[in-house]
């Protein structure tokens, strides 16, 4: 069936290194991609998102890359900081028709060491 | 603009009540949704609407009805609560709800709902 899944529920990282969260999903027919960053007590926020017809796409300290041959998608932040720390989701749409239909991942927790 | 606003912020109830879980936006989104997250889990879709009259089912629609009369009102019924329903509840909208790159979907502060 499809799925959205993460590799890590949780990860560690060192103030100032970057961090990368990895996702997969099996379902090829995903046309969208979005990351979201959800702190505690809060609804998730959007943070950057990709189309299937992309490989790479930057943002302000995040990139995200896609990799469709094998179904995996990543999170990078340059730099991390301590606000930083939150759950991040990794959301998929099943078609670019259908993008309202958007399907959550379990989340990575980032925790940041000082 | 207020962005995408719920009510309440918490709630419980009695297994068998029924409740409205309201959703309002200030944006003119067309299209506007309802998840529910449950303890280290990620958002499951419950129902979504791309428009004033306009509802379909998400992965979980199963104990929930939903409609859309206006534009900026999306309210969640739980029709008779159950323990199962226990659960923190997500409102958001976006312009279009069509994964545009510049179509950010808002998301609200939630409700957190327990079910005795």
């Known amino acids: 069936g499809e799925s959205v899944g993460l590799h890590l529920p949780t990860l560690s990282v060192q103030e100032g290194d970057n961090s990368i969260i990895n996702c997969a999903y099996s379902?090829?027919?995903?046309?969208?991609f979005i990351w979201y960053k959800q702190e505690s007590g809060k609804g998730p926020q959007f943070i950057i998102d990709?189309?299937?017809?992309?490989d790479k796409r930057q943002g302000q300290r995040v990139t995200v890359l896609l990799n469709k041959t094998v179904k995996h998608l990543s999170l990078q932040i340059a730099a991390t900081q301590p606000g930083d720390s939150a759950v991040y989701f990794c959301?998929?749409?099943?078609?670019?028709?259908?993008?309202?239909?958007?399907?959550f991942g379990s989340g990575t927790r980032l925790s940041i060491r000082p | 603009n207020a962005g995408v606003t719920q009510t309440p912020k918490f709630q419980v109830l009695k297994t068998g009540q029924s409740m409205t879980l309201q959703c309002a936006q200030d944006?003119?989104?067309?299209?506007m949704s309802w998840y529910r997250q449950d303890p280290g889990m990620g958002l499951r879709l419950i129902h979504y609407?791309?428009?004033?009259?306009?509802?379909d089912q998400g992965e979980v629609p199963n104990g929930y009805n939903v409609s859309r009369s206006t534009t900026e009102d999306f309210p969640l019924r739980l029709l008779s609560a159950a323990p199962s329903q226990t659960s923190v509840y997500f409102c958001?909208?976006?312009?279009?709800?069509?994964?545009?790159?510049?179509?950010?979907?808002?998301f609200g502060p939630g409700t957190r709902l327990t079910v005795l």
């Open positions: 944006m003119n989104h067309e299209y």
């Open positions: 959301a998929e749409s099943p078609g670019y028709s259908s993008a309202s239909k958007i399907i």
């Open positions: 958001a909208s976006s312009y279009s709800g069509r994964g545009y790159l510049t179509d950010t979907q808002y």
């Open positions: 379902n090829s027919a995903s046309d969208y």
């Open positions: 990709i189309r299937s017809n992309m």
């Open positions: 609407s791309v428009g004033a009259g306009i509802t």
